[in-house]
């Protein structure tokens, strides 16, 4: 993330007045720091409370280091928007982003306020990126817990807060992370979209430890599959071959080759026991993917790539879609 040029940093003494906040529908008055960049406006907005010429300097530290994640993203891949709208705020969980928008809310104060930016902003950008062969990734990731591997709680130090001060007062801030709790940071066997933010963040923020975890020897040969899968859909399809490390260990790798080693009958494995924390969400999930395997059943005999070329790259067909 180093050498990036942040551009024209501008303060925007003027207030938001009735700005709802997105986590929680909430009237919030906000004072707005942006930077312009030829590649990306980036806009955050902070709670009046602080005062636009009192900002505390981790607090300003911290704008800067999104703004940076944000503007170097921008440059390497055109999936990103050319505007994006951060809202930081201590009052609430980790991060969130407006459906629909180029807007991420995140708590700045929470020691994983980066990560939780790149897996927003992974939001941001899945709507862009999204196709039928990423769907067909991710129902392959439900099979055998395939997901866990990019797992954004394996990456992050959670909830654990590293700011004290009269800006927080959450005590619960200060416990033990449980990860199992819904709210733990990431959830990347929920839908398509929270799979690619969980890979996305993985990718731009510890690409050395997401590629050790997929070479692994311990780790299971579908598992590493998936994973060089999703590496290189990130790299090849939206970073068009931009790769996060110098030297980059999935080099040889082609997502057009290696969709084409991945079966539609291998999708329809996994689908067949997906692991039962998707189930539990929502007892329709279990009628989706009966229909899912019925419809990929017509085409069992194809691999990815096929089915992809033959249906189209962009298009779904509607339960699918509905994922
Ligand atoms: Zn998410």
Known sequence: MQGVELGIRTRHPSRFGNRFHPSDNRMYSYVTIEYENPQLTFRAHFPQH??????????????????????????????????????????????????GSNTCAIDVFSADYLNTFAHEFGHVIFRKADSLAWRMIYLFSLGRRRFD????????????EDIKGPYRG???????VNWDHPYAPGHPWA???????????????????LADKINAESTLKDTARFGTLMYLYLRDDVFLGWA??????????????????LGVQEVIQALRSPHPRFLERDNSWREDISKIID??????????????????WKNFPSFILAF
């Open 50 to 99: 602080y005062s636009d010429d009192h900002l505390p300097e981790v607090v300003e530290k911290r704008i800067d280091a999104l703004a940076r994640l944000a503007i170097t993203i921008r440059m390497r891949t055109p999936f990103a928007s050319d505007e994006v709208e951060v809202m930081l705020d201590e009052a609430w969980g980790n991060g969130a982003q407006y459906p």
């Open 149 to 160: 591997i990019v797992r954004d709680s394996l990456y992050t130090d959670g909830w654990r």
């Open 170 to 176: 959450i005590p619960d801030r200060n416990e033990p």
């Open 191 to 209: 839908n398509p979209n929270e799979l690619f933010a969980s890979a996305f963040a993985a990718f731009i923020l510890h690409p050395q430890m």
């Open 244 to 261: 996060p490390l110098g030297k980059d260990p999935f080099v040889d790798g082609r997502l057009d080759r290696t969709l084409a080693g």
């Open 295 to 312: 419809w990929l059943n017509n085409y069992n005999a194809i691999n990815v790539a096929q089915l992809c070329n033959r249906i189209g």
